[in-house]
C-alpha cells in the first residue's frame, strides 16, 4: 500500500534545490511542500469519480504538492519564467483576471520529476493511475491565507455553499481586495525609493528600489564615496525585474551582500569606470566567465 512518509524525502529534495535557487537571488519568499496522504489521495478519487481508478482518461497529478510564497507580486513572472527552465512543465493552469468577474487566480504548473528520480518515485507508490509528475503552486504572500482558506472551506465542502452565490462571490471579493493591496504596495516601494533617492540615501534607495534579502548593507568608505549623485541615478534608472531575472540567469554564486551586487549591476549594466576599478579582483574574474555563460 502507498506511503506518503515515504515520499517525504523525495519533496523535501526537491523544495531545497528551489529554496537554494530563490536564496541566492535574494527575492523574498517562502516555500511549503507536501505529500498526499493515503487518506487524500482516496477522497481525491471519490471526488473526481472513476476516472482516477481506471486510469484511462486521467493519472492523479499532484502527489507531491509544492506552493512557493513570493512577497511581491511583480516576482511571479520572473519565478515562472525560472521555473520553465528548471523543469519540464508538461501541465499549467494559468487563469487571466477579467474585469467583470471575482475569481481566484490560479498558477499552478505540472512539472515532470527530474530523471534521477523518476525509478525512486515508481518504486514507492507503485499505483498506474498516478502519474512521475509534482505541483508547483504560486502565490503571493497576500493571498496565500485566501487560498488555504477557499480551499480547505469550500473547495472541499461545496454543498456547505449551495444556494449562497452572493456570499461566494463577495468572498472572491476579499481576494480582490488583496490583489489591489498588492499592486499598492509595489507602487508605495517605487514611491518610497523615489524619495530616498531624491535625499540621496543610497543604502535606502537600493534596498527599496530593488526589494532583494541582501546579506548585508554595509559599504565601504571606497565605495561609498564613488556613488555619487550620477551614478545613484544609474542604480536608480535600471529596471528592477531585468536585475532579478539577470541574477537567476546568470548563475552567479557570491555572497549577496550590498556591495557585491552594486559590483556585479555595475559591471553588467552601469560600466562605470571607477566602480569596475574597485571591483576584487576575486570577483572580476567570476564576472568575465558569467559573460560567457550568459552569451552561450
Known amino acids: ?47 473526481k469519480g472513476s476516472d482516477y481508478y481506471n486510469g484511462k482518461t486521467k493519472l492523479m497529478r ?37 474585469e467583470t468577474n471575482f475569481e481566484p487566480i490560479r498558477i499552478n504548473l505540472v512539472c515532470q ?61 476579499i481576494l480582490a481586495t488583496l490583489e489591489t493591496s498588492e499592486y499598492a ?28 534579502r541582501f546579506e548585508s548593507f554595509i559599504l565601504s568608505e571606497n565605495v561609498s564615496a564613488l556613488i555619487t549623485p550620477v551614478i545613484l541615478k544609474e542604480y536608480y534608472k535600471i529596471d528592477r525585474n531585468e536585475v532579478v531575472k539577470y541574477l537567476f540567469e546568470c548563475g552567479i554564486i557570491m555572497p549577496l551582500t550590498l556591495e557585491n551586487f552594486l559590483f556585479l549591476i555595475n559591471y553588467r549594466f552601469i560600466k562605470n569606470t571607477h566602480l569596475t576599478e574597485a571591483t576584487p579582483e576575486v570577483l572580476s574574474s567570476e564576472f568575465k566567465n558569467l559573460v560567457e555563460v550568459v552569451k552561450n
Open 62 to 98: 499532484d502527489i507531491i504538492g509544492i506552493r512557493i510564497v513570493l512577497y511581491f507580486s511583480d516576482d511571479i513572472a520572473i519565478v515562472y519564467s525560472r521555473l520553465s527552465k528548471l523543469f519540464n512543465i508538461v501541465e499549467e493552469t494559468i487563469d487571466k483576471a477579467t
Open 1 to 47: 500500500m502507498y506511503q506518503s512518509k515515504n515520499l517525504n524525502r523525495l519533496s523535501r529534495n526537491l523544495s531545497s534545490s528551489m529554496q537554494d535557487e530563490f536564496s541566492r537571488v535574494g527575492i523574498f519568499f517562502r516555500i511549503f511542500e507536501r505529500v498526499k496522504s493515503f487518506s487524500s489521495v482516496e477522497s481525491k478519487r471519490k471526488m
Open 113 to 173: 520529476l527530474p530523471l534521477e528520480n523518476i525509478d525512486e518515485f515508481k518504486s514507492i507508490v507503485n499505483d498506474n493511475t498516478i502519474d512521475a509528475t509534482f505541483e508547483i503552486q504560486l502565490r503571493t504572500i497576500l493571498s496565500e491565507g485566501w487560498h488555504e482558506v477557499d480551499h480547505d472551506l469550500r473547495y472541499k465542502c461545496r454543498d456547505d455553499w449551495n444556494n449562497s452565490s452572493d456570499l461566494s462571490r463577495s468572498f472572491n471579493g
Open 185 to 212: 504596495t509595489l507602487r508605495l516601494f517605487d514611491q518610497l525609493s523615489f524619495r530616498h533617492f531624491k535625499s540621496k540615501n543610497v543604502i535606502a534607495m537600493l534596498r527599496t528600489k530593488f526589494r532583494l
